[in-house]
């Protein structure tokens, strides 16, 4: 009783006085810590009560191997299962669950699959621990073969079971499966309460069929709060306030009060779509029903005032939250950051060390990128001096923060001696560094990193192979591209979505193109955008017009959304080939038949289309008339078609357009230097040399190479 109302002190006082103890009594303590979230204490009195001479029964396990789980003390763990075995109760059905869950949420998968594997018979609680560790650890494909194979030995299904199937659709993006898997249910006449049903709507929202979750959820019978909380924290991550607002209103008109979860979904969307007035609404509605004193909902009302620029209302929120964790301070200084009050981000910082508050890891990253915002070298400096002395010198998140800032400074060699001086470095450390070489142009050095993590013993992740093999695309080193591409397919990440689109750019680029269609042949099955736009761009790139537009008409039949970059790669390499009409229609679909809103991209590659092929006023009135101020590289597009097409006064209107905006930019002299030279101009060529030299503006010379 007492520790079913969570009074653990009356539980250890009454304990600590009884004359006799017995196993119920042991396990009645050990059950009743780990309820309560005192996982230690209760691994602590399992200990004790074995020292004592008792031998554990499977309650008194299985609320042992549950606080293992959810400490994830995987060496405590094993040692149980070994007694386990050692007392021979390895094929009781609930010991034998707990074991599969306690190596599942452990991470463990392959030992969860071994104790599975290994037991004479199954009940459905070993069924459903098994098929739920695969759904948590990811292996959506292996949850659902094993729900499969579950039904073809007629094992009885329970809800517990398909929510774990649910999960496993969930993580898998399959609207088909999970259609199938909620037929079965029906077709069952599966006893689902609240819970399950919740489970069922978030799976359709995460596999894309919105309307589906919504048509459930409107004709569920009893609403709990957390059929609300699923349906709005779904709703709240498209960034539809108006939506997420109109369901809130409808939950409030019931009665239901909602909790810190539901204002935490409100309050991401509010903050997604930066809509002031709601966030005063919600603030007035936080203070009124007392959630102001919830640590996570004052956070997320600092940070969603912050995204609207309101970081005065942000601070005064902050200040009056009265037991401030360090997630509030991460979130105003985050809040600071974001608005460019850098110096009011350090001052904060300075702040929360004058009251010893201990920053963390995010805290720092944070930081660090406030300085990058504000170009303050000095400061970040500082603030590693500031890091070392915090002892986070060595923790992974940091270092790798670290080394990218300095890469970003174009400070490439001090990112280095950070690298080489740090003793444990973990993948993202090393990731960090491959980037800083390929962001710095030092892409055989970014090679020669990847050589000595390989060296040590070590495998890339799919980030580090990704980085190294753009920068083999950047300097179109295809001997080094084949080598890498070798690496991928042995470390099987050769249907990872960013490996893969780099190994199709960097054959495209290296000239390959036929290696780049065997690459996206691999791969493609997956279905995913951005391997579609880099064939795209990759056909573009040798001018392939027709291969480009099949793989344009593929991605419609796979019902993928093409994005903004697929259309400037179409457009641009019907530019190249003066498809000019053809251009006009690829760029009118964006929003006649997308139903987008064209982005500055896709106007400039219009202009490059327009200038290129000679239709140089539609260029200008494309520039006059799009809802963006027109950038350096838009100019230059107008610019080089007055060069191609030797249209020397709108060449010079133009250029005087373009030197407002970057005064010393080397190739606008170049550009209007040609544009004389083509229509005979000789003397005006020399003129504008003349400027470039009383400018100081410099020329520098290309350079080519070629791969032996």
Avoid at 180 to 197: K, P
Avoid at 275 to 302: K, P, T
């Amino acid at each position: 009783m007492y520790s079913k109302c969570g009074v653990l002190d009356c539980c250890l006082k009454l304990f600590d006085e009884m004359p006799e103890r017995n196993l119920v009594s042991w396990t009645s303590m050990i059950s009743g810590f780990i309820q309560n979230g005192e996982f230690e204490s209760g691994l602590e009195f399992y200990v004790e009560m074995i020292g004592c001479g008792y031998q554990p029964n499977e309650f008194s396990l299985g609320s042992v191997l549950r606080g293992c789980a959810s400490m994830e003390a995987i060496g405590f763990g094993s040692s149980v299962h070994s007694f386990v075995l050692k007392i021979g109760i390895g094929n009781n059905y609930f010991v034998a669950s707990s074991i599969i869950y306690m190596y599942a949420k452990c991470g463990v998968i392959e030992a969860a699959e071994m104790v599975f594997e290994c037991m004479d018979d199954h009940d459905v609680g070993c069924w459903n621990a098994m098929i739920g560790g695969y759904a948590l650890n990811g292996c959506s494909i292996q949850a659902l073969e094993l729900t499969s194979l579950m039904q073809r030995e007629r094992v009885v299904m329970d809800q517990f079971t398909f929510m774990s199937a649910i999960k496993g659709c969930s993580l898998l993006g399959d609207p088909y499966l999970g259609k199938e898997v909620h037929g079965m249910i029906i077709r069952r006449e599966v006893a689902f309460n609240s819970s399950g049903v919740n489970s069922v709507i978030d799976m359709y929202f995460k596999v894309g069929r919105k309307d589906y979750g919504l048509k459930i959820f409107n004709k569920m019978r009893d609403k709990d709060i957390i059929s609300w909380n699923t349906v709005l924290s779904n709703i709240a991550l498209d960034g539809n306030a108006r939506d997420a607002m109109s369901l809130f209103s409808r939950m409030l008109l019931i009665g239901l009060k909602p909790n810190h979860v539901t204002f935490l979904s409100i309050l991401r969307s509010c903050g997604l779509a930066c809509d002031i007035y709601l966030c005063f609404q919600l603030h007035s509605l936080v203070y009124r029903l007392g959630f102001l004193a919830e640590s996570v909902v004052a956070n997320s009302l600092i940070d969603v005032f912050c995204r609207c620029g309101e970081y005065e209302i942000a601070r005064s929120i902050f200040d009056s939250v009265f037991v401030k964790d360090i997630a509030a301070w991460n979130e105003m200084i985050l809040g600071y950051k974001l608005n460019g009050c850098t110096k009011e981000a350090i001052n904060l910082f300075s702040t929360l060390r004058g009251m010893k508050i201990e920053a963390n890891e995010i805290t720092f990253s944070i930081l660090l990128g406030a300085c990058l915002d504000a170009k303050h070298l000095e400061i970040c400096r500082q603030i590693h001096g500031t890091i070392i002395r915090s002892g986070f010198g060595l923790h992974g998140f940091v270092c790798s923060s670290l080394i990218s800032a300095y890469a970003r400074f174009g400070k490439c060699d001090d990112s280095f001696n950070f690298f080489n001086e740090t003793e444990r470095l973990d993948s993202a450390s090393w990731g960090a560094m491959v980037s800083a070489f390929v962001l710095g142009g030092r892409s055989f050095e970014a090679i020669a990193i990847l050589n000595r993590l390989m060296e040590a013993g070590e495998y890339p992740d799919e980030f580090i192979l990704g980085s190294v093999i753009n920068g083999c695309a950047n300097i179109t080193a295809y001997h080094q591209t084949k080598c890498i591409h070798s690496v991928v397919i042995q470390t099987g990440f050769e249907k990872h979505v960013c490996v893969a689109s780099a190994v199709i750019d960097a054959y495209a680029k290296c000239g390959d193109i036929e290696s780049s269609r065997m690459a996206f042949s691999c791969s493609s099955r997956n279905y995913d955008t951005v391997l579609f736009n880099t064939m795209i761009m990759a056909y573009a790139h040798h001018g392939l017009l027709a291969e480009a537009i099949e793989i344009f008409e593929k991605m419609k039949l796979a019902n993928l959304q093409p994005t903004h970059a697929t259309f400037v790669s179409v457009i641009s390499l019907c530019s190249h080939l003066g498809f000019v009409d053809l251009g006009c229609r690829f760029f009118d679909s964006i929003s006649l038949v997308y139903k987008m809103v064209p982005s500055a991209e896709n106007f400039g590659s219009l202009v490059d289309l327009f200038s290129r092929n000679g239709f140089l006023e539609d260029a200008k009135h494309v520039i006059e008339v799009m809802p963006f101020v027109p950038w350096p590289a838009v100019w230059r597009s107008l610019l080089n078609g007055c060069r191609i097409h030797g249209n020397r006064n709108m060449g010079e209107w133009v250029s005087k357009q373009l030197l407002q905006i970057v005064p010393e930019n080397n190739a606008t002299y170049a550009l209007l230097r040609n544009v004389y030279k083509q229509g005979g101009s000789w003397d005006d060529a020399a003129k504008v040399g003349r400027r470039m030299l009383e400018q100081g503006v410099q020329k520098h010379p290309g350079c080519s190479w070629i791969e032996i």
